[in-house]
């Protein structure tokens, strides 16, 4: 299975320490180097910066996108590398929480993922003990999931 996250689902999970839910339910996941730029090269996080370097070649691949599809949509470099991506490595899902990017990669025929349905596909597996809990944590630092 080939598996593309955008930068809101590692931002997330890496703050709160919980990058292995993309391990548990995924095995490995690849990430464009847009994506890579954003999260840790561009991130004044330390948290986060740190969780997913730590991941880095282990279970998250950083890939160049060779594809330059040109978007119906106004979309950030990191949203338009995962799709680029996704192209270029015919993706079976696509992580990402924007509504207006997940609809342009869903136009391209790609099945979407958010965080929160990954969260309540982690709960049900026993891969974490509450969903519910892990959005409080979220809560905490400011970061709400779309739903």
């Given at each position: 299975m080939?598996?593309?996250s955008n930068s809101s689902p590692l931002i997330a999970l890496a703050r709160i320490n919980h990058l292995f839910i993309l391990k548990s339910l995924f095995g490995q996941i690849y990430i464009p180097d847009s994506v890579f730029q954003e999260t840790v090269l561009q991130s004044n996080v330390e948290i986060q910066t740190k969780n997913i370097l730590q991941t880095?070649?282990?279970y998250i691949f950083i890939v160049k996108p060779r594809t330059?599809?040109?978007?119906q949509?106004?979309?950030d470099f990191g949203e338009q590398g995962v799709i680029n991506l996704a192209i270029d490595k015919?993706?079976?899902f696509l992580l990402m929480d924007d509504k207006k990017a997940r609809k342009e990669a869903q136009g391209l025929g790609f099945k979407t993922?958010?965080?929160a349905i990954l969260l309540k596909r982690a709960e049900k597996l026993g891969i974490i003990k509450s969903y519910s809990d892990v959005i409080k944590e979220l809560e905490k630092l400011k970061i709400y999931l779309a739903t």
């Open positions: 080939i598996v593309i880095i070649d282990n330059a599809y040109l978007f949509r106004r979309l015919q993706a079976d993922l958010k965080t």
